[in-house]
């Protein structure tokens, strides 16, 4: 099935995909970030794969993560980095590693708000569609 993983790799990634060795065959090489959220991102079972997103907590504001389908998709861990400029009031961004379980289809919707701030629509919303199969 390496076949259809490189194709599905070089669709999602175009010319800058390295061919994938069996150890690395479950990790996808490159994050996915807001601009993939307008199409259905298309990944095998058990495969890991990071979604990147701008964020500044110094206003106020984090992402949170909402999944509709927790069997066919999974949170591993979400990690900040700040700005390597050290600049005060620079953001950096949010990554999630996440992990494809189940086949299926599942909307991951990421709110941008201010937790204390409940009435308040958010400021952002991206919603990633990942189609297992």
């Known amino acids: 099935d390496m076949t259809r993983i490189s194709l599905l790799c070089l669709v999602l990634v175009g010319s800058s995909c390295a061919s994938l060795s069996n150890e690395e065959s ?7 970030s807001s601009v993939d959220s307008s199409s259905d991102i298309v990944l095998a079972t058990n495969q890991t794969f990071e979604i990147v997103l701008p964020s500044n907590p110094t206003t ?38 996440l992990d494809t379980g189940n086949s299926g289809t599942a909307a991951l919707t990421f709110s941008y708000n201010r937790s ?18």
Do not use: C, M
């Not at 479950?26 to 996915?32: A, C, L, Q, T, Y």
């Open 26 to 32: 479950n990790v996808i090489s490159r994050p996915f």
């Open 60 to 97: 106020g504001y984090s992402w949170s993560l909402h999944i509709d389908q927790p069997s066919v998709v999974k949170t591993i861990s979400d990690q900040y980095v700040a700005d390597s400029s050290g600049r005060v009031g620079v953001g950096g961004n949010t990554t999630w590693l």
């Open 116 to 133: 204390w701030e409940k009435e308040i629509p958010p400021s952002r919303v991206v919603v990633f569609t990942i189609d297992v199969r």
